[in-house]
């Protein structure tokens, strides 16, 4: 890292965290001061604070003294920071206690701990995540509603465009930017869309490596966001931030190699999925209703599980399905595959890997079997998927599985952050009940 700082001629490093709502956490130093730092803290109650800055009781018992925890860079991770004004870099950091040991509730490390466990079974996953967002109006006050962009036209875009090139270069400059900027820092972008929403884009990234996958889907939502502020534009990963339009998702497409062969050990000779992929998309059915507070992880994320809106609303599976939650795509026996639908946008991406990841793994342990593959629209079938945030809490605090495979220690300070949200959430009193309720009830 010293030979490529001093090589870029870097004067100033970010040295950076993810953490539980997937924002960078850290410090930003000299590059002299961190190419001679040995030992950089930070506290671990950055794990322990929820979106709107609150914490939870639960801090007095596992943190009581706001103890320091040990970052240490990974050098993979090393990048320029291609929007700031002078040549600088950032450095994921991975975290660990006084003794050495990995923190427990650090986002990267769960899907550290999900690895090791297919790697135990000499197995690789490889996933490509897709991203959706929408770009948006500036707006500088949350009790406006937020509004669609405008673009080289200079009106406000409509709905219906979905695969529209034309709505896409409607916004050129914004995206010749985000290209840049991502290319600088080796983000690997397969294909940008326009969605069906009103200003609502995605991007595919190349599949790969997990931990990287997530890396790279973590520094894109960052990259996005300063490309869009250049623009007068912003640039959010909310999962529902318009009403009356389609919610974003993260999908997730996931297959698993033989560490020795590299063949994928999902799919039959004939490129028909075997017993292995069945297991794991039944690992997914059986245990994604109990971990959806992951997957789906704040109030908002929820006003996207709604029929006919572009979002699964049940965790049936089929060949080439988009309705389902779990899609088999149309593909060769190299690429077998099963696409996870289920994750809205603003889910971790850590996490969101790392619990797709560890439900189809305790599938294939168990040797599940799923349901039949769904051959009609799911949309025609009852919604399964949680509906309550509350609800999804609790189930995933419940779960002995996964706990076995995310830690007791994380389980117990995900769920009391998101119950401090919840908490913070209810003191607000939206417009609806003050128009159905207030002169009715």
């Known amino acids: 890292m010293k030979d490529w700082i001093e090589q870029n001629q870097i004067t100033e490093v970010e040295c950076i965290v993810p953490d539980l709502a997937g924002a960078a956490r850290g410090k930003i130093m000299p590059a002299a001061k961190f190419t001679d730092t040995t030992t950089l803290r930070m506290p671990q109650s950055i794990f322990m604070q929820s979106v709107t800055g609150d914490y939870p009781g639960l801090i007095d018992r596992i943190n009581p003294l706001d103890i320091d925890m040990l970052l240490k860079p990974d050098p993979y991770t090393i990048r320029q920071l291609p929007w700031a004004r002078e040549p600088s870099a950032q450095v994921i950091h991975d975290c660990f206690d006084m003794e050495g040991n990995p923190i427990k509730f650090s986002p990267r490390q769960v899907l550290r701990r999900v690895l090791e466990l297919y790697h135990a079974e000499g197995w690789k996953p490889v996933v490509a995540p897709e991203l959706e967002f929408y770009l ?67 991007i595919n990234l190349l599949h790969g490596d997990p931990l990287e996958l997530a890396d790279q ?132 991406p850590y996490l969101a890997i790392a619990t797709t990841l560890a439900c189809g793994y305790i599938g294939m342990k168990k040797g599940l079997q799923p349901t039949e593959a769904l051959v009609g629209s799911a949309y025609n079938e009852p919604i399964q998927l949680s509906r309550h945030w509350y609800d999804s809490l609790h189930r995933l605090a419940d779960c002995k599985e996964l706990r076995e495979v995310f830690s007791d220690a994380f389980v117990d300070v995900y769920v009391a952050v998101k119950e401090v949200e919840f908490d913070n959430f209810l003191n607000v009193i939206s417009p609806w009940e003050r128009e159905h309720l207030l002169l009715k009830v």
């Open 217 to 348: 889907a973590f520094l894109f939502k960052r990259t996005v966001r300063e490309a869009a502020f250049r623009h007068d534009l912003y640039a959010t990963f909310m999962a529902k931030p318009m009403e009356a339009q389609p919610g974003s998702a993260m999908h997730i497409h996931q297959s698993v190699e033989d560490l020795k062969t590299g063949e994928n050990i999902f799919s039959t000779p004939e490129g028909m999925p075997n017993e292995l992929l069945l297991s794991h998309i039944a690992g997914l059915q059986q245990f994604l209703p109990e971990a959806m507070a992951l997957m789906t992880p704040y109030v908002n994320s929820y006003r996207r599980i709604v029929k006919d809106m572009a979002a699964p609303i049940n965790f049936h599976w089929g060949f080439d399905n988009r309705t389902t939650g779990f899609r088999v795509p149309d593909n060769n026996p190299r690429a077998m595959r099963v696409e996870n639908r289920i994750a809205s946008a603003d889910v971790n």
């Open 136 to 202: 948006l109006q500036p707006n500088h006050d949350p009790k406006n509603a937020l509004l669609p962009p405008i673009g080289r036209t200079g009106r406000a875009e409509r709905g219906g465009q979905s695969f529209n090139i034309d709505a896409v270069n409607d916004f050129d400059p914004m995206f010749d930017d985000m290209y840049d900027f991502c290319e600088a820092q080796g983000l690997e972008i397969d294909t940008l869309i326009h969605e069906e929403g009103m200003g609502q884009m995605e």
